[in-house]
């Protein structure tokens, strides 16, 4: 069965930066391309961007471009997002989110979705 | 960016009656390959999004026939039919015709 299992809860400073982990098991991790989505606390959902898992190539919102890097390793099945420059306002959960159809990239919906991983900035 | 604002904030319903969620979208979803990029959410308390129905109309795989989705252009609307206990959480809209953003929620509780 599907899975995406995603690293654990962070405590970061401002200023500093955070690197998530999504680990892909189940399907042919190439195949399908991954979406990061963050919630703050309380609030709603906002995309940041995609990742192609065969390629590696990125696309991300305009407004984290500068701060975020997505990457990938085939070798484990796992896909990364690092923020940067840590600001209180990034608190929030991230969510890691399969494109539910294979090798498209565009109008993307999210049939699988990792269980979430806690940033919280902090001075 | 594309907006989608959706109503109302909350819903309180008994058991066993229906429940209706509007989605307004900023621009038309209605893409020239004759597709609608609309898409339906429930978030459960705890848990990530779960995806209802796909492109307006279309039940994703598992998902109970008394969920519909309906619509077109810019208004669209997600039916509950006969709400159960399970199906408290918040829903979200979310359009991928152009980039992708979602509604700010409508959040279900029962009664």
């Known amino acids: 069965q599907v899975q995406l299992v995603q690293s654990g809860a962070e405590v970061k400073k401002p200023g500093a930066s955070v690197k998530v982990s999504c680990k892909a098991s189940g399907y042919t991790f190439t195949s399908y391309y991954m979406h990061w989505v963050r919630q703050a606390p309380g609030q709603g959902l906002e995309w940041m961007g995609i990742?192609?898992?065969?390629?590696?190539?990125?696309s991300y919102a305009q407004k984290f471009q500068g701060r975020v890097t997505m990457t990938r390793d085939t070798s484990t099945s796992t896909v990364y997002m690092e923020l940067s420059s840590l600001r209180s306002e990034d608190t929030a959960v991230y969510y890691c989110?399969?494109?539910?159809?294979?090798?498209?990239?565009?109008?993307?919906?999210?049939?699988?979705w990792g269980q979430g991983t806690l940033v919280t900035v902090s001075s | 960016d594309i907006v989608m604002t959706q109503t109302p904030l909350s819903l309180s319903v008994t058991p066993g009656q229906p429940a209706s969620i509007s989605c307004k979208s900023s621009?038309?979803?209605?893409?020239?390959?004759?597709?609608?990029?609309l898409y339906w959410y429930l978030q459960k308390p705890g848990q990530p999004p779960q995806l209802l129905i796909y492109?307006?109309?279309n039940r994703f795989s598992g998902v109970p026939d008394r969920f519909s989705g309906s619509g077109s252009g810019t208004d669209f609307t997600l039916k509950i039919s006969r709400v159960e206990a399970e199906d408290v959480g918040v829903y979200y809209c979310m359009q991928s015709i152009q980039l992708l953003t979602f509604g700010g929620g409508t959040k279900v509780e029962i009664k």
């Open positions: 989110a399969r494109a539910t159809k294979p090798m498209v990239r565009s109008h993307p919906d999210f049939d699988y």
């Open positions: 492109e307006v109309s």
């Open positions: 990742i192609n898992p065969s390629g590696g190539s990125t």
């Open positions: 621009q038309s979803l209605l893409h020239s390959d004759g597709k609608t990029y």
